[in-house]
Every structure is written in C-alpha cells, then in structure tokens.
C-alpha cells in the first residue's frame, strides 16, 4: 500500500518550529560521524529555461525507510505568475525497497529543511547577541531563513537588499506582519553587510554579492544560494581569510558551494580538511570560539535533510489521519 499525501495536507500540520531543529541537527549528526549513506546529487540544468532539476537522497542507518526527492528551480516563473522551486518527495522502504509514500509537497519540505538548516547555522555559529541582521535576497528563502532564525535569535533590526528595490519593499511589507523588528531596505549589499552582525545570502548568482573588504569582526555568514557550480554569492577571499568555515558537507560544497569557488580559484588547498555542521552540532567545541572570529556557514542542501523531513511530515501527517492510501 502506497500513501499520497498533497500539499495542503502537509502545510496543514508542517510548519516552521523549534520541534524540527533537533530532528535536522541529527540527520547531520549522522552524516558527519559515517552513519549515513548520501550519494552525488544528480541535476539537469534546463540553460534557455533558466532551470535546474536536482535528485537528492541518502539513507541513515538504522532507520526503516529514505527518501529521494526531485526538486525543480525555473527562476523565471516569477515573471509568468509561478513559484520559482516545486518538488516531490519519495518514502522508499529500506527493507524491501518499496514505494511506501508520496509526498507531493511543491517544494514545501526542500524550502522548510533548508530554513531549519540556517536557524541551526546560527544556533551554533553566530554570536547569541546579534542584534542586526541583513538579508541578501527578497525570495521565499529571503522570509524562511528569517522565520527560521527567530527561533533561535532576537534580532531587533533586519536590513535587505535585492536587485529590484519594490521587492525589497514587498519583503517588509509582508514579513514584518509576522515579525516585530525594524525593517531597512537598503540600495546596495556593502550596507547591509557592513552593519549587519549576521548575514543571510539567498540568491541564485551567479557573480559574488558580498565582497571581503565589507566583512568585519564578529559577523557570521550563512550562504544558502550556491547550490550549483555556477552560483557563487560570497568572494572567494571570503572563504579563504575567514576565521572558520562549516560545510553541510565539504564533498558537496568543493563542487557546488562557496568553497568551489575558493579552490578553484586557487585560494584554498585542495587537502584542507573543514569542520562540518555535523561536527559543530555533536562537538560544539568546534564552532564558535570567540566574539570577534568571523564565520561562514556553506549550505548547498543534503539528502539527509530530506530524508529527516520526509520521515517527519509523513508522521505528523498519519497522526492527523491525512493522505489518500493506494492499494
């Protein structure tokens, strides 16, 4: 028997909540000591679309089923009245490696997993007194990522910046009805970096936005944008005189994230091992050190993470008697 579970099922009982953090921190727990199985994404760029279809998957040990989920990126569907991301998720049984659910979630879990990702980035790696934080991007992961980090965080400013000054306008608009900071749309990036303690990049560029002279002490950067080899948000000199830099998983990042871009221009050696959130979360010791250090989290997305969100929304959504059950 197979289980269809639909979108609005799912954003009826999935939210954005502090119950999710731990169930993420052990998906990369379980990464970083060994105890999953995360082969190479696989992606289709769609070039004269704008687009990109990514298949993720991983499978941690012990548990009695995984994930594989296609997400899509067409970043033009703005312009024609649609969301930029959508995607499926799969539930495969680990034992027969049967189709046990269906989890038409649009994109929703990949969105949700990734903003949990950020709010955990911060938990462990920016000071726990920010009081300013800047935003590069006005997308839906410009609002998720900062959603998510107020579980984590009291900010009591937030500065965005993105490439056309009426979204930006529309971002506040929307987001501060659900949160209480003082909201400043700023004209250029260096102003957002500069007076920000925290920064969250959330776009898809392909040129850097953020460069090294603007980088002061005590700032923590999450990158989530760089999920492609392409994609680079940060200068490269960014990653290199950082005082530390997390991957979500350094073989990911060395060819899609910010650190791609560092090797490749030759800044970081090639046999440098990084810390790994996986890391940062089992032995915390391994995060931050002081007030002053800068520090920058590369997020380009993990099977694990979907393979966490997947069992999760597919639990929650049995336990409110949702999905439609196939014979």
């Excluded at 930006?168 to 970096?193: A, D, L």
């Excluded at 940060?234 to 910010?258: F, H, K, M, W």
């Amino acid at each position: 028997m197979t289980t269809i579970v639909k979108e609005n099922e799912i954003k009826k009982c999935v939210n954005i909540s502090k119950d999710i953090i731990p169930i993420i921190e052990n998906a990369f727990v379980s990464l970083s000591k060994g105890e999953a199985i995360m082969p190479p994404i696989l992606r289709l760029d769609i070039h004269e679309n704008n687009g990109e279809v990514d298949v993720k998957t991983a499978y941690i040990k012990g548990l009695d089923s995984f994930a594989i989920k296609m997400s899509s990126g067409f970043y033009n569907n703005p312009s024609i009245g649609l969301p930029s991301t959508g995607g499926v998720m799969f539930l495969v049984s680990t034992k027969t490696g049967k189709l046990e659910t269906v989890l038409l979630d649009g994109g929703y879990l990949t969105d949700l997993r990734t903003a949990i990702a950020g709010a955990i980035a911060a938990k462990y790696l920016a000071n726990k007194n920010i009081k300013e934080v800047g935003i590069i991007g006005a997308g839906m992961q410009a609002k998720l990522q900062l959603i998510a980090l107020m579980l984590v965080r009291q900010p009591t400013t937030v500065r965005i910046w993105a490439r056309d000054f009426d979204k930006g306008e529309k971002y506040i608009k929307e987001v501060s009805s659900k949160i209480n900071c003082n909201f400043i749309n700023c004209k250029n990036p260096k102003e957002v970096t500069e007076k920000s303690d925290m920064l969250i990049t959330t776009t898809p560029s392909s040129a850097p936005l953020i460069q090294y002279e603007w980088i002061h002490k005590g700032l923590h950067i999450t990158a989530m944008g760089s999920d492609a080899e392409h994609k680079n948000e940060l200068d490269p000199r960014i990653i290199q005189n950082c005082d530390l830099y997390v991957a979500d998983r350094q073989s990911q990042t060395s060819i899609l994230g910010e650190l791609h871009h560092a090797l490749k221009a030759n800044l970081v050696s090639k046999d440098k091992k990084f810390t790994e959130l996986g890391d940062v979360i089992d032995t915390q010791t391994k995060g931050r050190k002081s007030e002053d250090q800068i520090t920058v989290c590369d997020l380009t997305g993990t099977g694990v993470q979907d393979t966490a969100i997947a069992r999760y929304a597919f639990e929650i959504a049995m336990k409110n008697n949702l999905g439609l059950q196939l014979d």
